[in-house]
């Protein structure tokens, strides 16, 4: 035979066995590389336990997480001025009005000096009204015109001035608000004087005596005059 058929013949028988090899080192990888895939989660968890080993703190215990250095801002301290105590009040408290001081009574001629300042009644007159406003009454009436001298060295505020009459029975004048009344308003200049007018009701036959009071200011003394009215 040629040679060409020897080289058949050999495939033939050899063919066989070629491929019976070839499976068996087909299967045997197969094996291996399956076993080295199952390796791959032990492998990778081995390395996962010490990497933590490695990186925890001593003691077993969590690592705190690490701050991130900020820029701290100064604040620039600030004067605060401490206010007296206020004690709080209940809304049923009855509050005591504040004193007022209150001088001598002096007649309804004379004048009352508390200091550089001098408080006079001008004069005092008997007059009829007709009353206008809530509470006012027609009838018998005094007029009372009342002078503040400033003899000190600073202006004087008698815009809050309060001018009170009372009767002979203790009945407090209704003042009105009908002409000629003109009530104290603005300062006094230092050295100067200023009237102001004011208007009572009151009965004839309760004037005798009355008692007017000045309050031209609740940080000064109040001027009293008691007298006759006729």
Same mark, same amino acid.
């Given at each position: 035979?040629?040679?060409? !058929?020897?080289?058949?013949?050999?495939? %033939?028988? /050899?063919? #066989? *066995?070629?491929?019976?090899?070839?499976? $068996?080192?087909?299967?045997?990888?197969?094996?291996?590389?399956?076993?080295?895939?199952?390796?791959?989660?032990?492998?990778?968890?081995?390395?996962?336990?010490?990497?933590? !080993?490695?990186?925890?703190?001593?003691? %077993?215990? /969590?690592? #705190? *997480?690490?701050?991130?250095?900020?820029? $701290?801002?100064?604040?620039?301290?600030?004067?605060?001025?401490?206010?007296?105590?206020?004690?709080?009040?209940?809304?049923?408290?009855?509050?005591?009005?504040?004193?007022?001081?209150?001088?001598?009574?002096?007649?309804?001629?004379?004048?009352?000096?508390?200091?550089?300042?001098?408080? $006079?009644?001008?004069?005092?007159?008997?007059?009829?009204?007709?009353?206008?406003?809530?509470?006012?009454?027609?009838?018998?009436?005094?007029?009372?015109?009342?002078?503040?001298?400033?003899?000190?060295?600073?202006?004087?505020?008698?815009?809050?001035?309060?001018?009170?009459?009372?009767? $002979?029975?203790?009945?407090?004048?209704?003042?009105?608000?009908?002409?000629?009344?003109?009530?104290?308003?603005?300062?006094?200049?230092?050295?100067?004087?200023?009237?102001?007018?004011?208007?009572?009701?009151?009965?004839?036959?309760?004037?005798?005596?009355?008692?007017?009071?000045?309050?031209?200011?609740?940080?000064?003394?109040?001027?009293?005059?008691?007298?006759?009215?006729?």
């Amino acid at each position: 035979m040629g040679n060409g !058929g020897f080289s058949i013949a050999v495939r %033939g028988v /050899t063919a #066989a *066995p070629f491929r019976g090899i070839e499976d $068996s080192i087909d299967r045997s990888d197969h094996k291996r590389a399956m076993s080295r895939w199952r390796l791959v989660p032990v492998l990778a968890f081995i390395a996962a336990t010490t990497i933590a !080993g490695c990186t925890a703190p001593a003691g %077993g215990g /969590t690592q #705190a *997480p690490t701050a991130v250095p900020t820029q $701290s801002a100064t604040v620039a301290p600030t004067s605060t001025q401490s206010s007296p105590a206020v004690t709080p009040g209940k809304i049923d408290q009855t509050v005591a009005p504040q004193k007022q001081e209150t001088a001598k009574p002096v007649d309804l001629d004379k004048p009352q000096t508390a200091g550089a300042i001098a408080v $006079s009644l001008k004069g005092i007159k008997s007059t009829k009204v007709t009353g206008h406003g809530p509470g006012e009454i027609s009838g018998p009436a005094l007029v009372v015109t009342v002078v503040v001298k400033n003899g000190s060295k600073s202006r004087v505020s008698v815009d809050s001035a309060i001018v009170t009459l009372i009767d $002979s029975k203790g009945n407090v004048g209704t003042p009105m608000t009908e002409s000629p009344a003109h009530p104290f308003t603005g300062s006094v200049a230092a050295g100067d004087s200023a009237t102001g007018v004011y208007v009572f009701q009151v009965g004839t036959k309760v004037r005798n005596p009355i008692h007017v009071s000045v309050t031209y200011s609740t940080e000064h003394i109040t001027a009293l005059f008691v007298g006759n009215a006729g």
